[in-house]
T-cell receptor
Framework: KAGVTQTPRYLIKTRGQQVTLSCSPI?????VSWYQQTPGQGLQFLFE???????NKGNFPGRFSGRQFSNSRSEMNVSTLELGDSALYLC??????????????FGPGTRLTVL | AQSVTQLDSQVPVFEEAPVELRCNYS??????LFWYVQYPNQGLQLLLK??????LVKGINGFEAEFNKSQTSFHLRKPSVHISDTAEYFC??????????FGQGTELSVKP
């Protein structure tokens, strides 16, 4: 089975721009979660989608949004980029809702650099 | 609210030596605990998880962890490390809201 894939792997943007990151979960997985990883804040939960609905949300501003499609693929959007948005964005998928104890499988991440 | 504290930010160790990476959690309800490993430039990989039952959990790559309810700990151990174990290790707990909450991570550096 193919693992979780994320595209692009690397991205460079400038302040004020917007960006869309994509995540394809493992086949059959219906839950997709997004995390932001930075040296200062560590791994922080952004949001979780399950069957096209946002089930959980972390403490991030409204500039961070996401969606999930009927094939469980998910996209994450960040508008009006700030320097502090530079981070590794990780996507994880699981069979059921991430609130269950199902194992979350992580993708390799998208490294976003904001200049 | 559940939280996780990893007591060591960096752990240097020589090859073939034993290692323990410490993790303490705070929770007033049932806990589900995880250890993940992140190799350079990669995502996270599950090493092991504790949901219920036996307090000694065995994982991949020779790692194991012991759930200790009285000490609210879930320390990760390996009796003999290899150079290839050099990575960052994260302890995590699922909170009541269903979110996976991670500790700050421990960088394990295995030296020859």
């Amino acid at each position: 089975k193919a693992g979780v894939t994320q595209t692009p792997r690397y991205l460079i943007k400038t302040r004020g721009q917007q960006v869309t990151l994509s995540c394809s979960p493992i086949s059959g997985h219906r839950s997709v979660s997004w995390y932001q990883q930075t040296p200062g804040q560590g791994l922080q939960f952004l949001f979780e989608y399950f069957s096209e609905t946002q089930r959980n949300k972390g403490n991030f501003p409204g500039r961070f949004s996401g969606r999930q499609f009927s094939n469980s693929r998910s996209e994450m959007n960040v508008s009006t980029l700030e320097l502090g948005d530079s981070a590794l964005y990780l996507c994880a998928s699981s069979l059921d809702s991430a609130g269950s104890t199902d194992t979350q499988y992580f993708g390799p991440g998208t490294r976003l650099t904001v200049l | 609210a559940q939280s996780v504290t990893q007591l060591d930010s960096q752990v240097p160790v020589f090859e073939e030596a034993p290692v323990e990476l410490r993790c303490n959690y705070s929770s007033s309800v049932s806990v589900y605990l995880f250890w993940y490993v992140q190799y350079p430039n990669q995502g996270l990989q599950l090493l092991l998880k504790y949901l219920s039952g036996s307090t000694l959990v065995k994982g991949i790559n020779g790692f194991e962890a012991e759930f200790n309810k009285s000490q609210t700990s879930f320390h990760l151990r390996k009796p003999s490390v290899h150079i290839s174990d050099t990575a960052e290790y994260f302890c995590a707990v699922i909170n009541q809201g269903g979110k996976l909450i991670f500790g700050q991570g421990t960088e394990l550096s295995v030296k020859p």
